[in-house]
């Protein structure tokens, strides 16, 4: 498991990804989804491997008993919950929790939590990727336990944060599985990529543009494909995510271009090609403007494999083109 640390750098992606896109977030009342409340039932009897000690990001957290109503604050939380085999035991997630199409998606906010709204839903844990307004420790005042589980700065970090919610759940064995799966699928991927291409991409996170550097999760990820982030060099990366201007990007001409802001803000490669300059760039004049699946570049979940396998495409096709 892993050390207490503070979320406020690594959830920076999650943020921009949601306001730069003008999506907006809301502030549940306890009523406002009377269906998702479902009556008090008995508490479930201790199960094998309980209690147990999760070292997660808001220290150790006990859990006496195997948890039948967890709430889900958190989009990655909630992919990866199911991914485990918990996803019964899930009677709520938030409102940016689109993945999978099943999970009971209701109007609870992550980034505007509810204590209220929260408690209503009769949880007996909860699970957090930030703590904003003392959340965790409001909510630990009534005996709830929380887990929180920030964004992750590296891939050991993601892999982890699905151990603990395994631990948590009482889907250990499941959780180890989907976990060393994913590091297998991710070390095979970065084993066949094609090694020295000197490419250079543009990661763009949304139309302002805000960009990730190479030190963020996500600039890890493309680094295992041997990339070069332009957005290093940008005068002001401070947090590993630097808003560029238009003629930055411009002038450092990328051969390729990852749209992260293709649902949210529509872009595409004819949308980018109207900015002052930019039809002239390599990656568009050579159709090597990808676009991804907003949540799926956002998030650090099983889909991670996703997204990896998408830019392995793109590299071996900019170098067999």
């Known amino acids: 498991m892993r050390p207490v640390r503070t979320a406020l750098a690594g959830a920076l992606l999650g943020v921009l990804a949601l306001a730069g896109c003008g999506q907006s977030s809301t502030t549940a009342s306890p009523s406002a989804d009377p269906t998702s409340a479902a009556p008090t039932t ?11 000690t999760v070292e997660a990001g808001n220290g150790s957290v006990v859990l006496a008993r195997k948890p039948g109503r967890i709430v889900s604050l958190s989009p990655t939380a909630t992919e ?41 839903r009769k949880p007996d844990l909860i699970v957090l990727a930030n703590d904003l307004d003392n959340v965790v420790a409001e909510l630990s005042k009534i005996g709830i336990p929380v887990l929180l589980e920030p964004a992750a700065t590296k891939l050991d970090e993601a892999y982890d944060q699905i151990a603990d919610l395994g631990a948590a ?24 990529a094609p090694k020295d291409t000197k490419l250079t991409y543009y990661h763009e996170l949304d139309v302002t543009p805000y960009a990730a550097t190479s030190g963020t999760f996500i600039g890890q990820i493309y680094g295992l494909f041997g990339l070069t982030n332009i957005a290093d060099k940008a005068p002001d ?12 990007v411009a002038q450092s001409d990328p051969d390729l271009i990852f749209l992260a802001d293709t ?13 002052p300059g930019w039809s002239k760039l390599s ?13 799926v570049a956002s998030r650090w979940g099983p889909r991670v494999v996703d997204l990896a396998k998408q830019v392995g495409d793109a590299v071996r096709k900019a170098t067999t083109n």
């Open 263 to 275: 649902k949210c803000c529509a872009q595409s490669r004819d949308t980018i090609a109207k900015r």
């Open 80 to 120: 990866s919950l199911f991914a485990i085999g918990a996803g019964p035991q899930v009677v709520a997630v938030d409102d940016q929790s689109d993945y999978p199409a099943e999970a009971p998606k209701s109007d609870m906010s992550g980034f505007k939590p509810n204590v209220e709204a929260i408690i209503a």
């Open 42 to 52: 008995a508490a479930p009897a201790a199960a094998e491997g309980f209690p147990v």
């Open 283 to 295: 990656a568009v004049k050579n159709d090597r403007v990808i676009a991804l699946d907003d949540a």
């Open 169 to 192: 759940t009482g889907n250990k064995a499941k959780a180890d599985e989907v976990a060393a799966g994913m590091k297998k699928q991710m070390e095979e991927l970065a084993a066949t």
């Open 237 to 248: 990366a401070a947090g590993g995510y630097p808003k560029l201007s238009a003629e930055f």
